[in-house]
């Protein structure tokens, strides 16, 4: 709304070329390795499996695979300009804060819309595969951000400035630097909002992002408290010591 | 910093997506 305090256009560019750059190189699976017709679909013996794990056994191995998922987000957050500048306080906090709303974001590029299912464990699956976890509170709404952000058909650029800017948010509790990681994140909006006007969307494409960032966040509450209850409280303080890895108790621990 | 110790090493190495 102001263009006199608007970053140059080059700058913007820049920033832009770099946060896509830096997406593609750190998507963990490419757009065409993700294709449903690769992949099986959970069949029903697998699903078997899965709901005749222990929901230790379920934790862990969702605890395994969103932690390679969230180690490919740290990855993506070092490589864009302006992260590395900050305090090592800040890059933390932004970390543990919205690592896992990127990985929700990401996941929008392995789901299919057809079947209501997502890539997980080298096969697409439904949300039943998840029974075993013991909270479907949570994961019909991970599938149901899944499905709203799939249905915007978003490209992989926009993903990635879309994955950035909520990365960045700069209403984290504790953040000690918050001006400087709000103007970064306000020229990242602005190369959003660029990018999707270049690629001629519909308006309403903006706040239906900023619907769904929302719904992140919220998302995210409600997963920490569920860890909180399930998992990290004392009901399996033996496997969660023993068998967790250590970057996800330190991303969920407290 | 100790408590962190894994995200700081994550954040100070220059690695790469492959050594993930």
Same mark, same amino acid.
């Not at chain 1, 069949?43 to 699903?47: C, K, S």
């Given at each position: 709304s102001? &263009? %006199?305090?608007?970053?140059?256009? =080059?700058?913007?560019?820049?920033? +832009? /070329? =770099?946060?896509?750059? +830096?997406?593609? @190189?750190?998507?963990?699976?490419?757009? @065409?390795?993700?294709q449903p017709s690769n992949w099986q679909t959970v069949?029903?013996?697998?699903?078997d499996t899965y709901q005749k794990k222990s929901q230790e056994d379920m934790w862990q191995l969702c605890a395994v695979k969103v932690t390679e998922a969230v180690q490919y987000v740290v990855e993506f957050a *070092?490589?864009? %300009?302006?992260?590395m500048e900050l305090c090592q306080n800040d890059q933390i906090v932004l970390l543990k804060a919205g690592s896992l709303e990127v990985v929700f974001v990401r996941m929008c590029r392995a789901y299919n819309s057809q079947n209501n299912t997502v890539f997980f464990d080298s096969k697409y699956a439904g949300s039943e595969v998840f029974k075993a976890l013991g909270c479907d509170d949570l994961i019909s709404p991970v599938f149901e951000?899944? *499905?709203?952000?799939?249905?915007? #058909?978003?490209? /992989?650029? /926009?993903?990635?400035?879309?994955s950035a800017y909520v990365l960045m948010s700069a209403d984290r509790?504790?953040?000690? /630097?918050?001006? &400087? $990681? @709000?103007?970064?994140?306000?020229?990242?909006?602005?190369?959003?909002? =660029?990018?999707?006007?270049?690629? #001629? &969307? %519909?308006?309403?494409?903006?706040?239906?992002?900023? !619907?769904?960032? !929302?719904?992140?966040?919220?998302i995210?509450? +409600? #997963? $920490?408290?569920?860890?909180l209850r399930t998992v990290l409280s004392a009901l399996y303080p033996e496997t969660v010591h023993t068998r967790f890895p250590p970057l996800y108790k330190e991303l969920f621990g407290s | 910093k100790e408590k962190h110790k894994i995200l700081h090493r994550l954040l100070q190495n220059s690695s790469s997506p492959v050594d993930l």
């Open positions: 102001n &263009r %006199d305090s608007s970053p140059p256009d =080059n700058d913007l560019e820049h920033l +832009s /070329e =770099n946060i896509c750059k +830096s997406h593609m @190189e750190t998507c963990q699976y490419l757009r @065409e390795e993700l069949l029903q013996t697998d699903l *070092k490589r864009i %300009d302006g992260f951000f899944a *499905k709203s952000l799939t249905s915007l #058909q978003l490209s /992989e650029d /926009e993903i990635g400035l879309f509790s504790w953040l000690q /630097e918050k001006t &400087r $990681v @709000e103007k970064l994140q306000q020229k990242i909006k602005i190369a959003l909002q =660029n990018l999707l006007q270049k690629n #001629q &969307r %519909d308006e309403g494409i903006l706040f239906h992002l900023w !619907i769904l960032v !929302i719904f992140t966040h919220l995210t509450v +409600s #997963q $920490v408290k569920i860890l | -």
